[in-house]
């Protein structure tokens, strides 16, 4: 969790592990994906599903948007307002209460989009 909080790079389970390894040489990635599990059932920890096969992971738990880079797969956070509006929408619309919503933003980051042109 400490490692997490550390970091704004919302990690993979291989990463962590590879940081936390030097320190704990007998650790196991089993135990890093199961503390993960832990974390995340508890709510100290928030797992995002990016649409790529391998789940990535962040402390900040309020909720907020993110950008996903489609080239190197990195995800920054979006510091825009949360829009409860679509929650009572969508709640309108269905038969459903609606608690949150997730929005991904995908595209290119600032540096796969200079590599795309030379600059």
């Known amino acids: 969790l ?3 909080k550390e970091t704004e ?6 990463w962590i ?27 100290l920890v928030k797992k995002i599903q ?3 096969a391998i789940d990535r992971y962040e402390a900040k738990i309020n909720q907020h948007y993110h950008l996903i880079c489609t080239r190197c797969d ?3 956070d979006l510091e825009l307002p949360i829009y409860e509006e679509i929650n009572d929408r969508a ?3 269905t038969a459903f ?5 997730r929005i991904y933003f995908y595209g290119l980051c600032s540096s796969c989009m200079s590599q795309n042109t030379g600059t």
Do not use: C, W
């Open 17 to 43: 592990y590879a940081q936390l390894k030097p320190e704990f040489p007998h650790l196991s990635l089993g135990t890093v994906y199961r503390n993960l599990a832990i974390l995340t059932e508890q709510g």
């Open 91 to 93: 709640g309108q619309m």
């Open 97 to 101: 209460h609606v608690k949150e919503h």
């Open 74 to 76: 990195s995800i920054r």
């Open 50 to 52: 990016s649409g790529s």
């Open 2 to 4: 400490a490692l997490l």
């Open 9 to 14: 790079i919302h990690p993979t389970a291989d």
